[in-house]
């Protein structure tokens, strides 16, 4: 596989949030409205806005259970072009004191990735990650489903700031 971007964006780097949502068909024409296009990808439960301006990759996920305890937020991050980049990143976090997991040739998002995950003083989940295979339609990667750290054993690792 790769090691660089199966996916171009402006820049080098582009912000990327992921909202869950109660319904994505009722959320659809909010961020449609707001971003100024439709969706560039759609699966059950799931959409994802890229537009270039701002360049952002946002992508909304369904959960219809629990919603009030994992809130509206799932997590953010920083995509970037190679998996030099990810592997930086990885080393920034590591040096200033903060633990991280990674991830490689990872399913998320009906994509796959390699990634590093962190998570900031305050709980908030961020990874920085390079999309290897944009769009991943075998039967393994259409059940993944979009991702978050959730689906990785950050609770196993204590993240906290260095003092």
Same mark, same amino acid.
């Given at each position: 596989? @790769?090691?660089?971007? $199966? #996916? /171009?964006?402006?820049?080098?780097?582009?912000?990327?949030?992921?909202?869950? *949502?109660?319904? +994505?068909?009722?959320?659809?024409?909010?961020?449609?409205?707001?971003?100024?296009?439709?969706?560039?990808?759609?699966?059950?439960?799931?959409?994802?806005?890229?537009?270039?301006?701002?360049?952002?990759?946002?992508?909304?996920?369904?959960? @219809?259970?629990?919603? $009030? #305890? /994992?809130?509206?937020?799932?997590?953010?991050?920083?995509?970037?072009?190679? *998996?030099?980049? +990810?592997?930086?990143?990885?080393?920034?976090?590591?040096?200033?004191?903060?633990?991280?997991?990674?991830?490689?040739?990872?399913?998320?998002?009906?994509?796959?990735?390699?990634?590093?995950?962190?998570?900031?003083?305050?709980?908030?989940?961020?990874?920085?990650?390079? #999309?290897?295979?944009?769009?991943?339609?075998?039967?393994?990667?259409?059940?993944?489903?979009?991702?978050?750290?959730?689906?990785?054993?950050?609770?196993?690792?204590?993240?906290?700031?260095?003092?």
């Amino acid at each position: 596989m @790769t090691q660089q971007s $199966a #996916v /171009e964006f402006p820049g080098q780097f582009r912000l990327h949030v992921a909202l869950n *949502v109660k319904s +994505v068909e009722k959320s659809k024409p909010f961020y449609e409205l707001l971003l100024g296009t439709a969706p560039s990808k759609e699966r059950p439960r799931y959409a994802k806005f890229e537009p270039v301006d701002p360049s952002v990759n946002l992508t909304l996920n369904e959960v @219809t259970e629990d919603f $009030a #305890v /994992e809130g509206a937020s799932a997590h953010f991050g920083i995509q970037v072009k190679s *998996v030099a980049e +990810v592997h930086s990143a990885k080393e920034r976090f590591e040096q200033a004191g903060f633990q991280t997991i990674t991830e490689e040739a990872t399913t998320c998002c009906y994509a796959v990735q390699d990634k590093v995950w962190a998570i900031d003083p305050d709980g908030h989940k961020w990874e920085v990650f390079v #999309v290897l295979q944009a769009d991943a339609k075998d039967e393994l990667y259409a059940q993944a489903g979009c991702c978050g750290p959730e689906t990785v054993s950050l609770s196993s690792c204590s993240l906290n700031p260095p003092s």
